[in-house]
């Protein structure tokens, strides 16, 4: 069986001077892109990485907004309670990806850790 990874873990290798603000600036909203095309060092593993995690976090933040719609409108008072859940699940990964990266650290998101838009 494959290792198990958690989900923050040190990044060992060699960061340039800006990796670690393009690495934050990648966990709000479509500033990603940022990292993506202005960074100088565009193979930096470790900012593509957060970039990543960025662009899954934009995907999430986009279905929870049409999902949490549907769900205040079809289900009085327990949408509601869903939707606020499910927003503070959205905004505590955010916030756990923005500290890691200001630590140095590589952070996986749960349940789409597998998941790779930016190789």
Not at 55 to 61: N, Q
Not at 79 to 106: D, E, H, P, R
């Amino acid at each position: 069986m494959g290792e198990k990874k958690g989900m923050s873990e040190p990044y060992t290798g060699q960061l340039t001077s800006n990796a670690k603000l393009f690495s934050i600036l990648a966990y709000f909203g479509a500033l990603w892109l940022l990292g993506l095309l202005i960074n100088p060092d565009k193979t930096c593993p470790f900012v593509r990485h957060h970039v990543n995690n960025g662009i899954l976090l934009l995907i999430g933040f986009g279905v929870y907004s049409v999902i949490g719609g549907l769900l205040i409108s079809r289900i009085p008072y327990i949408g509601w309670l869903l939707n606020l859940g499910a927003y503070a699940c959205l905004v505590f990964v955010m916030i756990k990806g923005i500290v890691s990266a200001a630590k140095t650290q590589l952070f996986n998101i749960p349940l789409v850790n597998g998941i790779k838009i930016v190789k």
